[in-house]
């Protein structure tokens, strides 16, 4: 509640600077704040719900007011494909979400429990722990009832964050969304969300073995294609999408593995770099009279001397620099990981999140020298 509440204000008043000058007919200024004030009550009602039904109703409200946020500038074709990707992805995860409440709650009222909060449904979850379900032959048979209802959380949060194999429309919405807004966003929607329901359910994916595995691996491979991705990117705004990418992919892992409090310590810190990552290329994208593109940049340093410390205390925190928040979170993730003795191939998932760092201190290199240097 104090990062969405924390972030949100310092958006908000940059937001106020940033769109200032969005005058047209449609009075867009005030309604992209109608959108922001949306987004941040979602996300409030996401986390402060101790109900699943509660938290059901800010999750559905964040993945609209992302897909708004995202057509904010409805007038071109290559925005209103990206909003149409982020509303129907959006879509796929309310469907998981749903789909996983219903068959929990059916599946506790069998056993004659009645929960619908957060604490009375982990005290009554040893009752279905052991149980199958019967699924029709072309979703694999009987299964095991944990497994089921994981698996629609994991698709919703998925889904919700943009994760692979959702992803394909990440870059359109970075470029398509107002930068005050991609930052929200992606901050907090696409860096939270996901990894806070994981968290919320934990009891639920220690029961689930094997699609804790999947997410584990889904993670690892995330968390290597978004850095890939981040270090060949010519447009600013590409670069910090895949980063966010990247980095809830090794949230991904750690949530895997089991260490639930690292994933969320680690999505704490990214939102609050990105945050900062995103505004500060916002005012040097403002300062170049809109132009994005990393191959136009450079030589910034002598001349934006008020974005220049914070972009680069921003590109060290997301590089892992010893000593700064993105080092602690970053190895918080490797070590949950390396001594995850009980999960299978634990040493090949530790060396791609190694791998996953190395690559990620690259790009936030090359954003840095490319932007300010060169």
Request: charge should be neutral; glycine fraction near 12%; aromatic fraction near 10%.
């Amino acid at each position: 509640a104090l990062l969405i509440t924390g972030v949100g204000l310092v958006l908000h008043v940059f937001s106020a600077g940033f769109m200032g000058e969005d005058n047209r007919e449609d009075r867009g200024f005030e309604r992209f704040f109608a959108y922001q004030g949306l987004l941040i009550a979602s996300l409030l009602i996401l986390v402060l719900g101790g109900n699943l039904l509660v938290s059901l109703i800010g999750w559905a409200g964040s993945g609209l007011a992302s897909a708004l946020m995202v057509g904010f500038w409805y007038g071109e074709a290559e925005h209103e494909r990206a909003t149409r990707h982020a509303f129907i992805v959006g879509r796929i995860g309310d469907l998981g979400f749903v789909l996983g409440t219903l068959v929990l709650f059916g599946s506790l009222a069998a056993m004659g429990h009645t929960a619908t909060s957060f604490l009375e449904i982990e005290a009554a979850f040893s009752a279905i722990a052991d149980r199958s379900i019967a699924l029709p032959a072309w979703a694999g048979g009987e299964r095991h009832l944990p497994e089921v209802i994981a698996l629609c959380f994991l698709v919703a949060g998925l889904a919700q964050a943009s994760q692979l194999p959702f992803s394909g429309g990440l870059p359109g919405a970075a470029s398509a969304a107002p930068m005050p807004g991609f930052a929200l966003t992606s901050a907090l929607v696409l860096g939270g969300t996901g990894i806070f329901l994981f968290g919320r359910l934990a009891f639920v994916f220690v029961a689930a073995p094997g699609v804790s595995l999947m997410a584990a691996w889904l993670g690892a491979v995330a968390a290597v294609f978004g850095a890939v991705a981040a270090s060949v990117q010519d447009d600013i705004r590409r670069v910090l999408a895949f980063a966010v990418l990247s980095q809830l992919g090794l949230a991904l892992l750690a949530v895997g593995v089991g260490a639930h409090s690292a994933a969320i310590f680690h999505v704490v810190v990214v939102a609050l770099i990105q945050a900062l990552l995103v505004t500060a290329s916002a005012a040097v994208v403002l300062a170049l009279r809109g132009e994005t593109d990393l191959r136009q940049m450079g030589g910034l340093w002598d001349y934006l001397h008020r974005t220049k410390w914070p972009f680069a205390l921003g590109v060290l925190a997301l590089g892992g620099f010893p000593f700064l928040s993105g080092f602690y979170s970053q190895n918080g993730v490797l070590l949950a990981v390396r001594s995850a003795e009980h999960v299978p191939a634990a040493d090949a998932l530790a060396r791609i999140g190694v791998l996953t760092a190395g690559l990620t201190a690259f790009y936030a290199a090359r954003l840095q020298l490319l932007v300010f240097h060169g």
